[in-house]
């Protein structure tokens, strides 16, 4: 395996093997492998380069499973979390190791796409733990484009329903970001 950000693969560190966590962890291997495999290929371009990166992610997740408390989010986050930092110091190594052909803006565009994608993800996670009638105001709203008054309609509910549930889903997506370890 490729050095990483200056850290060099070995084998697994802490507790010994546990047989629950380590089915947790190829259970989330097979489900979120080929999402992070993707997020990978988009910011480092290359197939090679994004299964080191998940194999990586996966390594680190498997060392700092001590770590993870589902009270702040759900695996899916976490595993997305420590790709994005993964990422981030790969692209920083191979930005260090390029002879400056490319401008500057060209090695901080792979940071900027990581963490728009992150953004992206950490904000689907909070909408979907909203109660139904919070997501679809917030969806119609924000994601669809619509108005207060179009909402209400489709709805059926009064304009200042719509408007007081929008105050609320938008109190309960603070917290469900914060909760997740969104900084503002």
Same mark, same amino acid.
């Given at each position: ?71 702040? @989010? ?70 669809? @484009? ?39």
């Amino acid at each position: 395996m490729t050095d990483l950000g200056g850290s060099t693969p070995s084998a697994p560190t802490g507790p010994p093997l546990d047989p629950a966590g380590e089915e947790v962890i190829h259970d989330a291997f097979i489900a979120h492998r080929a999402e992070l495999r993707g997020l990978a290929r988009r910011a480092l371009g290359s197939d090679h380069l994004a299964e080191e990166a998940v194999q990586e992610t996966f390594v680190r997740a498997w060392r700092a499973r001590e770590r993870f408390d589902s009270s702040r @989010g759900s695996l899916r986050t976490w595993l997305f979390s420590i790709e994005r930092n993964l990422l981030i110091d790969m692209a920083r190594t191979r930005a260090r190791e390029e002879i400056t052909a490319a401008p500057r803006s060209t090695a901080g565009a792979a940071d900027e796409d990581i963490e728009a994608a992150l953004v992206c993800w950490q904000v689907e996670e909070a909408v979907l733990r909203l109660t139904p009638a919070h997501r679809a105001v917030i969806v119609e709203l924000y994601f669809r @484009g619509r108005t207060s008054r179009e909402v209400a309609s489709q709805l059926a509910i009064p304009e200042g329903t719509v408007r007081s549930r929008l105050f609320y889903a938008l109190k309960a997506l603070k917290v469900n970001l914060e909760t997740a370890g969104w900084r503002e």
